[in-house]
């Protein structure tokens, strides 16, 4: 099984004035190349923080994230950050685009801090757009998008150079059912056609019925790691992985 | 234009209000430098130009001895054959004339009351063909005709103080070249005025035979030289200084600039103050500039998160933040170029006039002077301050944490 992301005894505490509390509690979870994964729990079960942990946004107080293989406790910031610009890319609840940028700008940040070229990253960001469906918007600035654009140019934004993982913090906190509905159609289908990781936190019920694997949390315990449902894109890419072992093997 | 510098020009305008504030602030830093900086500039020059004119030539020519003399004896350092140095003089190239001098002491009298002067001895038409003119206040300037009376212009101060006028007489008393007491009568045909009280009141001129006459010599103290253009004063100097050796006498030249004391007095009070000027415009946009880059910042937080989340560079995020600071400075400084150049066009339109300076009797014209160096150089100042005050808040948004910041509301 290719192995992806993994959590290893990984606890986060954050001090208060004369105390303190574990936001995550050695927590293990192992996800692999092409999942769909949901993290779900009630408010302050550490949903975010774990996702902040396998983001490498945040350092855990112990444990360890490996990320493709790569032990990222001992990271400094500079390598923390060329791993970010590289493997991960991130969607926010509050979209979090630069106001200042086209939807099409927003999407190509990455490919610029990544030192991509202008021809390529040209191409890509058409790309991005088109499969988010929002070309028509590229020359638009965030103001003049909806809620639903503003997250569907977000996700072009985490997708737009290919990164080993897609991590989604409520991503459909601000948006009503009708787009809602919209961005798990798409971040599935993206999972589906392009073979993408995505971990998302959340605790909308709409997006938990499109989720084949769901991972809940409570009080910064794991109390679940649930499997449901269809073949999810990393099944689809080992089942299409199997079969190219098996025609190099010729077998038919 | 690069994505890079397309992000920091928008963000530039992106708070239009704080950035119109902060533009008004350095441009009209700059605009102030160069109202004073153009001013400063027109008043060195026309000091510079009038000190020459009103006497001090380009260059001068003395003895070596000349600066060890005694005072009440001054001929006995002065330049015996000044006749052949004129000559020589003359034949170099940007020299437009030579005018004998003799600075001499004494006292005058006019019968009822005596005083003090410092005597001017010179050739009219040699003055007259360098354009040293003197400012009458009455009467008209030394006549190169002979008369039978001597032609003597006095300060308006001592005309005053010796209660003289036009066509009166005076008599003047000073030591000869060898050490006696002698006396000539002169004739009062102009007062004037120029420009130090000071120097009014103990100015006197005649000409030069009669001069020679009272002191009893053929020699003179020193030899004027003027020059087409001032900006060939290095460059006769250096061409005179051969010519002149082998005289009997051994000669020593200065140019205007060493015995200008006082237009170098006040041309370093002015670099003074214009320094202390570009200081406080300096300290000015850096303090102000901080506040405002900061409000910047915590404005941009989250957007600073989700940038490094991204895995933005440190490095990017300060450059960022030095270039919008950069960016402003420029805009600012054209902005501030081009008004202070308007205002001061505008200022030598209406041809303002100041009153005059401590010591000085004539006004000064408010004139401001479109100085190519004091533009660079006040531009390059406000740039530098906030390029300066960007760099606080530009390290502390690239050391945000991640978390926090895109936590931040």
Known sequence: MNNLVSAENVSRRFPLDHSEVYALDKANLRVSAGEFLAISGPSGSGKSTLLNLMGCIDKPTSGRIVLDGQDTTNLNATGTAALRRKKIGFVFQTFNLIPVFTAGENVEYPLLVNGVSESERREKVAAALESVGLSARAKHRPDLLSGGERQRVAVARAIVHRPALVLADEPTANLDTQNATQLIDLMRELNRSLGLTFIFSTHDQRLLEHTPRIVRLCDGHIVSDSHVGAPTGFERLMEGEFHEQVSAAGVS | ?409
């Not at chain 2, 350095?26 to 605009?31: I, L, P, Q, R």
């Not at chain 2, 600066?67 to 330049?79: C, K, Y």
């Not at chain 2, 030394?142 to 006095?154: P, R």
């Not at chain 2, 606080?392 to 978390?403: E, H, K, N």
């Open chain 2, 1 to 409: 234009m690069s994505k890079f510098l397309l992000l920091a020009f928008r963000n530039v305008f992106r708070n239009r209000r704080r950035t119109i504030m902060t533009l008004l602030m350095v441009s009209g830093g700059v605009a102030a430098l160069l109202l004073a900086g153009g001013h400063f500039a027109s008043m060195t020059q026309g000091l510079r130009e009038s000190t020459i004119r009103n006497g001090l030539g380009h260059i001068q020519i003395f003895t070596a001895e000349h600066f060890r003399r005694d005072e009440v004896r001054v001929l006995d350092t002065g330049i015996d054959n000044w006749r052949q140095v004129a000559a020589t003089v003359s034949s170099a190239e940007h020299v437009r004339g030579v005018a004998p001098r003799i600075e001499f002491y004494g006292m005058v009298s006019n019968g009822q009351k005596s005083s003090v002067y410092m005597g001017n001895a010179v050739d009219p038409d040699a003055e007259r063909g360098l354009g040293f003119a003197t400012h009458l206040v009455s009467g008209h300037d030394l006549d190169a005709k002979q008369s039978a009376d001597v032609e003597a212009l006095i300060g308006t101060g001592l005309a005053k103080s010796m209660n003289v006028k036009v066509g009166d007489g005076l008599t003047l008393l000073a030591v000869t070249s060898d050490g006696a007491l002698n006396g000539i009568d002169v004739q009062i045909e102009g007062i004037v005025e120029t420009g130090v009280a000071d120097l009014d009141a103990r100015y006197l001129r005649i000409p030069l035979d009669a001069a020679q006459r009272l002191l009893q010599t053929d020699r003179v103290t020193n030899l004027v030289v003027g020059l087409d253009e001032t900006a060939n004063t290095d460059r006769v100097y250096d061409e005179l200084a051969p010519r002149l050796n082998g005289l009997r006498q051994r000669m020593e030249i200065r140019k205007w600039i060493d015995l200008a004391t006082y237009y170098k007095q006040v041309r370093n009070l002015l670099n003074g103050i214009f320094l202390f000027m570009g200081v406080i415009v300096f300290f000015m946009v850096l303090m102000s500039s901080i506040n405002t880059l900061l409000m910047s910042m915590f404005e941009r937080t989250r957007e600073i998160g989700t940038m490094l989340a991204m895995g933005t560079s440190h490095l990017w995020i300060i450059a960022l933040f030095v270039t919008e600071a950069a960016l402003l400075g420029l805009l600012g400084a054209g902005i501030g170029v081009a008004g202070g150049d308007l205002i001061g066009a505008l200022f030598n339109a209406l041809k303002l006039s100041l009153p005059p300076p401590p010591g000085y009797t004539v006004g000064i014209l408010f004139h401001v002077q479109h100085v190519p160096g004091i533009m660079i150089g006040a531009s390059i100042l406000v740039i530098a301050s906030l390029v300066l005050a960007s760099i606080f808040p530009a390290v502390r948004a690239s050391r945000l944490r991640i978390v926090e910041a895109l936590a931040h509301v």
